[in-house]
């Protein structure tokens, strides 16, 4: 699906993840907003969206209290992973 996306809407696509995983940290949803950034991870790192990553380095940072709950461990070791 994304592949064939222009990368104008890749970016566009990866904002509303991000502002979907804002609004799951706004509302205590810890697990929502890990599993939501981390889907668009690999998009902004595709992108080389330095914002986007930026954006999503403060959702980890949010969510880092919670690193035992699965969705926000797996989330956090992939971001990581690439810092």
């Known amino acids: 699906m994304l592949p064939s996306m222009p990368s104008l809407h890749r970016q566009d696509f ?6 979907k995983a804002a609004a799951h940290v706004a509302a205590d949803q810890a697990e929502q907003a890990a599993a939501t950034a981390h889907i668009a991870l690999p998009i902004a790192r595709q992108a080389g969206s330095r914002r986007i990553l930026h954006q999503l380095g403060q959702i980890g940072s949010a969510g880092d209290e919670h690193r035992h709950l699965a969705d926000v461990r797996v989330f956090l070791d992939d971001l990581m992973d690439a810092a």
């Open 14 to 19: 990866t904002a509303a993840l991000l502002t």
